[in-house]
């Protein structure tokens, strides 16, 4: 993984890319609210050991040929695995899923009402998914996205929003899209779940996020 400092409204904030050709888009999206929240600096190890243990307790019998790395290199953070992996790290988690359209309805209204210093994990796409990480600040909100490389691309590797970050799908009323590029090309993937963090930081006059406390 590779770890970058972006800034936007005088706020810095670190992006973690996934290597290429891997699948560690969630294990990069927890790093990238974990760090950000001051919760712990770099730590490599805890994101795939945390998210392989997740993963084994969620799939009894699999995955005990390969270590941590290969694991989540290979298979990712499944969805039954996602929530049991942020609770490892003592977050409180909302899972939500889009899959009528009262939950379409909710998890937008979860996501487009979040407040100060909370985040999520939001699961996107459709054949495969992807996974970006979203945090609130000063009624903005930061979307991240591992996939990115933000030597080349900074505006779409870190993107914000003043006002909704996702829609109910004007042609289908069970589906949630937002828009996945800050360029002002519409480019909207479906979001298939959202794994919500409600707010567990303070934040202090230096702009760093600092770790407050957390109810298991």
Known sequence: ??????????????????EENTNQCV???VGMIAQNANYWRKNENALFS????????HNPGAFTQ????????VNGIR???????LRSYGWNVISLNATNAGNAAALVDRINSMQNYDSCILAAGSDQLHAFAAIKLGGTTYILNPALDPSENPDDA??????????????NNTNVQF???????????????????PSQYSICTTVRWMYRAVVG
């Open 1 to 18: 993984m590779i770890w970058s400092p972006i800034t936007r409204n005088g706020i810095t904030l670190t992006h973690i890319r996934q």
């Open 27 to 29: 294990a990069a999206s």
């Open 50 to 57: 945390y998210g392989a243990s997740a993963m084994r307790t």
């Open 66 to 73: 390969v270590n941590d790395r290969e694991l989540i290199n």
């Open 79 to 85: 969805s039954n695995a996602v929530a049991a992996y």
């Open 158 to 171: 870190l993107f914000t929003y003043q006002g909704n970050v996702v829609r109910i799908d004007p042609q």
């Open 179 to 197: 828009n996945t590029a800050a360029s002002g090309n519409e480019t909207y993937r479906s979001v298939a779940e959202c794994y919500f963090i």
